[in-house]
């Protein structure tokens, strides 16, 4: 789910209509890439923007939930069937959208733009052919001060660049299956001795 999340984020930011725009340029300015690689060579990160997963959070607010599920299997006798099923991961990500542009400038609208565009569309959504996939995502800014951004580029690499902090919250990843539970429906008592 998080490749999924990024590449929604990239492809509201490549909108043709409401995204990012450079003249008469073909092809996508917003790509999913480590900025790390930005001065390699082969890279091919040079004059884009750049998304990069910086770091991953369980949501701890949804972290308890049950292990079992029940569903009734009838009413009269009442009787239930129980499933054992992992609960679900709630995450959080958090993102850089880095402007590698080639002159700073263009950095510095495409930051204000990318900025005006996730403000405008903080609820986005995620659409799967199986309907019980879906699921809603929120992005918003993400202060931090300038002793953590100064750590943060000195391990992507040290080039500082026009660059904007998301938070993306909640991101939920599911196990798929679920086991059976046998449930107690009889107890035999006759072997229990009281002093």
Not at 140 to 157: A, D, K, M, R, T
């Amino acid at each position: 789910m998080i490749k999924e999340v990024l590449t929604i984020l990239k492809n509201k930011l490549n909108d043709p209509e409401n995204g990012l725009k450079d003249g008469t340029r073909i092809g996508d300015i917003a790509v999913v890439d480590d900025i790390a690689k930005h001065e390699d060579e082969t890279s091919d990160l040079n004059d884009k923007v750049v998304i990069t997963l910086l770091n991953v959070e369980e949501e701890p607010t949804l972290k308890n939930r049950s292990w079992y599920t029940r569903t009734t299997v009838s009413e009269d006798p009442l009787l239930y069937d129980m499933k054992k099923q992992n609960p679900p991961a709630y995450l959080n990500l958090y993102l850089m959208v880095a402007a590698n542009r080639n002159a700073y400038d263009k950095s510095l609208s495409d930051i204000s733009k990318v900025i005006e565009i996730f403000q405008t569309n903080n609820v986005l959504e995620y659409t799967d052919s199986n309907v019980n996939k879906n699921f809603r995502f929120r992005i918003e800014l993400h202060s931090i001060p300038f002793e953590q951004l100064s750590y943060i580029w000195g391990l992507l690499g040290g080039k500082v660049m026009p660059s904007a902090l998301y938070k993306v919250s909640v991101v939920k990843i599911e196990a798929i299956g679920e086991t059976n539970v046998n449930l107690i429906d009889e107890v035999n008592i006759k072997s229990i001795k009281v002093d």
